[in-house]
């Protein structure tokens, strides 16, 4: 069994930088790939980014490329999304899903314009 737990979320202005953690407990998570979606009030969950389980490929939705970063440390069973030059538009709850099959709980990011 996978437990996940996010944290790094919050409220920052437009501009500014946040990095989200996704720690497991349980089951390592160097045997899954991982991904962050997020979802906006309104809007359907999409995906963000991903990562493979050994860290050497990673994609990205279009509209956040060349501004987050995704990356992973499995021997700390965590993995991470470094948001920089955060836009209003990026406001919502993060999840991070871990082989597809397990999601945490989420954390809010909230950027003011």
Do not use: H
């Not at 996704?22 to 160097?30: D, M, N, V």
């Not at 790939?33 to 860290?55: C, L, M, T």
């Not at 990026?90 to 999601?103: E, I, K, P, R, S």
């Amino acid at each position: 069994q996978v437990q996940l737990v996010e944290s790094g979320g919050g409220l920052v202005q437009a501009g500014g930088s946040l990095r989200l953690a996704c720690a497991s407990s349980g089951r390592p998570l160097i045997n899954y790939g991982v991904s962050w979606f997020r979802q906006a009030p309104a809007k359907e969950r999409e995906f963000v980014a991903g990562i493979v389980w050994s860290g050497t490929m990673t994609n990205y939705t279009d509209s956040v490329k060349g501004r987050f970063t995704i990356s992973r440390d499995n021997a700390k069973n965590t993995v991470y999304l470094q948001m920089n030059s955060l836009k209003p538009e990026d406001t919502a709850v993060y999840y991070c899903n871990v082989g597809g099959l397990y999601w945490g709980q989420g954390t809010q990011v909230t950027v003011s314009s």
